[in-house]
């Protein structure tokens, strides 16, 4: 291995922690003092002879949720320079300091970013480190009790901005379509549509999807919900699993409930060398490819996301690879529809025997906010080292299938004497979305939110000009919620009239 150049960048470290509510150890750590476990974990995990914290010169850190959007509340304070909280848990003080971006694209996203970097020089020790204490802090606020997890820390640091616009249109804002949840449910349903299948039937299709994840989770100790489930489980609708937007029981959807931390190390070769990290700890990047997709609604198909699947394509194409070559797959999967958009582009079958989750997958390891790819990452290398020359795929998505990172590893040499990370050009807009319309469209794809008052019904519509347009039941509307329980409402004609503040009703014509 003494023929690697001494900038090929390696991945020397990785670490994990994580802690359940209640249960014996539980320290109630704030975020900076779970990534700052997870940060020493991956010192250790060199297993190098030298000073890793003193040749840190970069540590970029993923943002919580308390911090990851302009509006986001941190009930019990929050540290002014994340990053440099995070690197004096070790007693490290980098040159540089990234906050980045929102979205769970980030940890892949950086790695490829910061092998870049070190492969042209400008760095020679980088971090990537993130956490989640949001089942902390919402079992306090439900105590009562408090917690102080404010820091001034100081210094300088690169603030990226949340990047959150231009993802959902103004249409889809205007009509319910406003969060994670319904707007997946959204894409769901229209891969269902595409496949004829019916609401149950779907139901156990993504329940086979998941189960062998709950396997994968069980087995994991640093999952949140380590228990295996049957396919039937996952589908079943009960008070525990209950809806909570068609097609989604509770069970196949992101768990955000997570204390987790993840850090991941990134040194040149000839830093390794110099820290004396055995070589058998090193793991190449063969490749990073990061895309974005087009706003929701403007998608050609809402049942794919084409910039996704460019983006695992360009990976393994720079990587010289084909998925056959994938021994270790990590696909994003916060929802069903994001693992099944890459599994029905490659041709995979859910009972793929090599699986499609390193961790347990976000519903059962847990959705650590922004940072689950870190955790992906930081078990793929495990998993490398173990079977040397294998080669790993992790697959990070962000938003609402709108930004999509992938990253290819192997124990194997990579040659960075060309650069072996490719941001693909953004998605252009396929459809006109109108913010307001009057008169009669189609179905397109539905979900339906249950509540008190009858639930929440909204719909993606074509016009018969080909514009899609977004629309909610009226308040109060019982007969069109009841319309739509009745029988599939995706194909059927509706009735659109326009309201105040961008909002569309919709009737059954």
Same mark, same amino acid.
């Given at each position: 291995m003494n023929e690697i150049a001494g900038n090929t960048p390696v991945i020397i470290g990785v670490g994990q922690y994580a802690e359940r509510v209640g249960e014996p150890g539980y320290g109630a750590l704030s975020p900076m003092d779970i990534a700052g476990q997870a940060l020493r974990a991956a010192v250790a995990d060199c297993r190098a002879s030298g000073d890793v914290p003193a040749a840190i010169d970069t540590i970029a850190a993923i943002r919580q949720f308390e911090i990851s959007y302009a509006s986001a509340q941190a009930p019990f304070g929050k540290a002014d320079n994340p990053p440099r909280?995070?690197? %004096?848990r070790i007693g490290a003080d980098p040159a540089r300091a990234i906050l980045e971006h929102t979205g769970g694209q980030g940890p892949q996203k950086l790695v490829g970013e910061l092998a870049e970097a070190i492969a042209a020089g400008t760095s020679d020790c980088a971090v990537v480190a993130g956490s989640e204490a949001f089942s902390t802090m919402l079992s306090l606020l439900k105590s009562g009790e408090t917690a102080d997890?404010? $820091? +001034?820390? !100081? !210094? #300088?640091? +690169?603030? %990226? *901005?949340?990047?959150?616009? !231009?993802l959902i249109d103004p249409a889809a804002m205007a009509n319910g379509l406003n969060s994670p949840i319904p707007l997946y449910a959204l894409f $769901?349903?229209? %891969?269902?549509?595409?496949?004829?299948? #019916?609401? +149950?039937?779907?139901?156990?299709? &993504? !329940? +086979?999807? /998941?189960? *062998? /994840?709950?396997?994968?989770?069980a087995a994991n100790p640093y999952a949140a919900a380590p228990t295996a489930r049957s396919a039937e489980q996952l589908a079943q609708v009960t008070e525990r699993n209950r809806i909570v937007a068609e097609p989604f029981p509770r069970m196949v959807i992101a768990r955000d409930q997570v204390n987790q931390g993840a850090a991941i190390i990134l040194a040149s070769a000839a830093k390794a060398r110099e820290l004396g990290v055995p070589e058998d700890r090193w793991v190449h990047i063969h490749a990073s490819a990061d895309a974005k997709e087009a706003p929701a609604l403007t998608r050609a198909d809402l049942a794919k996301s084409p910039a996704s699947i460019a983006s695992a394509e360009t990976a393994l194409d720079i990587a010289g690879r084909t998925m056959a070559d994938i021994a270790y797959i990590d696909f994003y999967s916060c929802f069903p529809i994001a693992v099944f958009n890459q599994t029905d582009h490659f041709g995979l079958a859910s009972d793929d025997p090599r699986g499609f989750t390193l961790t347990g997958g976000l519903p059962y390891f847990g959705g650590a906010g922004n940072n689950y790819s870190a955790h992906a990452i930081a078990e793929a290398v495990g998993r490398l080292r173990a079977n040397r020359g294998s080669a790993a795929l992790v697959g990070a998505n962000g938003g609402y299938l709108s930004k999509y990172s992938t990253g290819i590893y192997s124990t194997q040499p990579a040659d960075w004497s060309r650069s072996r990370r490719l941001s693909l050009p953004d998605a252009c807009a396929s459809v006109e979305v109108p913010? &307001? /319309?009057d008169g009669r469209a189609v179905i397109e794809s539905f979900t339906m939110m249950p509540g008190k008052d009858g639930g929440k019904a909204m719909v993606a519509a074509r016009t018969y000009e080909g514009a899609r347009i977004a629309a909610v039941a009226a308040p109060g509307d019982k007969d069109t919620i009841a319309a739509i329980n009745e029988r599939e409402p995706i194909g059927r004609e509706i009735a659109v009239t326009s309201a105040d503040k961008g909002r569309n009703h919709f009737t059954f014509a």
């Open positions: 909280a995070i690197a %004096r997890w404010a $820091e +001034e820390i !100081g !210094g #300088s640091i +690169e603030d %990226r *901005p949340y990047a959150l616009e !231009g $769901e349903n229209a %891969r269902r549509a595409h496949l004829g299948a #019916s609401l +149950e039937d779907y139901r156990l299709r &993504m !329940g +086979e999807l /998941f189960a *062998p /994840f709950t396997q994968v989770a913010t &307001m /319309f």
